[in-house]
């Protein structure tokens, strides 16, 4: 089984080894922790009222996490950065998959649009966006006087609680997770050539780069989405520097 993990202590070599790694295979993507836009996401207000409300926001961290890795090996695969490659992506999907079994992924492909192929730090502050709203419009239906900020969820009575985390938590349960599980199906089928390894390196995941305790969630979010990329028949490997 392929090793997905390079744990070590300060100075033990981990950055040497993935940038050696980057320098002996082909196809290698780097994801930096500073284009991820998690600053914005662990200063969201909203989110920090659900969770203090008691809302499970783990599986909107996956949710993240396979949408970046989506959208970096298609990037890569299909070589997209221009209006062209974008052009002929979309013609090669279409003659690719017309049967219903991809239809759901497809029709993700097509409802991100233009904003799938913008930068990582765009794409996921999108997302957080689209989420709060999603969480704000659906609590706001049951309590209309809510104030969604850090220390909001004290103002509500225990009835009140209950009913906006039960809302709030069937809104993040039902983020589009099902259709990314399509997605990773349709990149299954794409990438079918045992051949072609892909690898997605994060390096620099023990520094500070936001607050500890949504730091861990979020690694913790990663390690999980990492075992479901190990579903692909492809051999391709996700290594975290930590």
């Given at each position: 089984?392929?090793?997905?993990?390079v744990?070590?202590?300060?100075?033990?070599?981990?950055?040497?080894?993935?940038?050696?790694?980057?320098?002996?295979?082909?196809?290698?993507?780097?994801?930096?922790?500073?284009?991820?836009?998690?600053?914005?996401?662990?200063?969201?207000?909203i989110?920090?009222?659900?969770?203090?409300?008691?809302?499970?926001?783990?599986?909107?961290?996956?949710?993240?996490?396979?949408?970046?890795?989506?959208?970096?090996?298609?990037?890569?695969?299909f070589?997209?950065?221009?209006?062209?490659?974008?052009?002929?992506?979309?013609?090669?999907?279409?003659?690719?998959?017309?049967?219903?079994?991809?239809a759901?992924?497809?029709?993700?492909?097509?409802?991100?649009?233009?904003?799938f192929?913008?930068?990582?730090?765009?794409?996921?502050?999108e997302?957080?966006?689209?989420?709060?709203?999603?969480?704000k419009a659906?609590?706001?239906?049951?309590?209309?006087?809510?104030?969604?900020?850090?220390?909001?969820?004290?103002?509500?009575?225990?009835?009140?609680?209950q009913?906006?985390?039960?809302?709030?938590?069937?809104?993040?349960n039902?983020?589009?997770?099902?259709?990314l599980?399509?997605?990773?199906?349709?990149?299954d089928?794409?990438?079918?050539?045992?051949?072609?390894?892909?690898?997605?390196t994060?390096d620099?995941?023990?520094?500070?780069w936001?607050?500890?305790?949504?730091?861990?969630?979020?690694?913790?979010?990663?390690?999980?989405?990492?075992?479901?990329?190990?579903?692909?028949?492809?051999?391709?490997?996700?290594?975290?520097?930590?």
């Amino acid at each position: 089984m392929p090793h997905r993990l390079v744990v070590g202590r300060t100075g033990s070599g981990k950055s040497a080894l993935l940038l050696e790694l980057r320098r002996s295979e082909d196809r290698c993507i780097s994801v930096e922790p500073e284009s991820l836009a998690l600053v914005y996401i662990s200063n969201s207000t909203i989110l920090q009222f659900f969770s203090e409300l008691g809302v499970k926001l783990d599986i909107f961290f996956k949710l993240l996490w396979r949408h970046v890795f989506t959208v970096e090996i298609l990037k890569y695969h299909f070589k997209i950065d221009t209006e062209e490659a974008k052009a002929k992506f979309w013609d090669a999907i279409k003659n690719m998959f017309r049967d219903k079994k991809h239809a759901k992924a497809v029709e993700y492909l097509r409802t991100w649009g233009e904003s799938f192929w913008e930068e990582t730090e765009y794409r996921i502050k999108e997302l957080t966006t689209t989420l709060e709203n999603s969480l704000k419009a659906e609590a706001s239906a049951k309590v209309p006087h809510i104030h969604f900020s850090a220390g909001g969820a004290a103002t509500l009575t225990e009835e009140e609680k209950q009913e906006v985390l039960q809302r709030a938590q069937r809104v993040v349960n039902n983020v589009q997770v099902r259709q990314l599980s399509d997605i990773l199906d349709l990149l299954d089928d794409i990438l079918a050539d045992s051949q072609k390894r892909y690898f997605i390196t994060i390096d620099r995941l023990d520094e500070n780069w936001i607050e500890e305790t949504l730091r861990y969630r979020l690694i913790r979010a990663l390690i999980e989405t990492v075992k479901d990329f190990r579903r692909f028949g492809m051999r391709r490997s996700l290594l975290q520097s930590a």
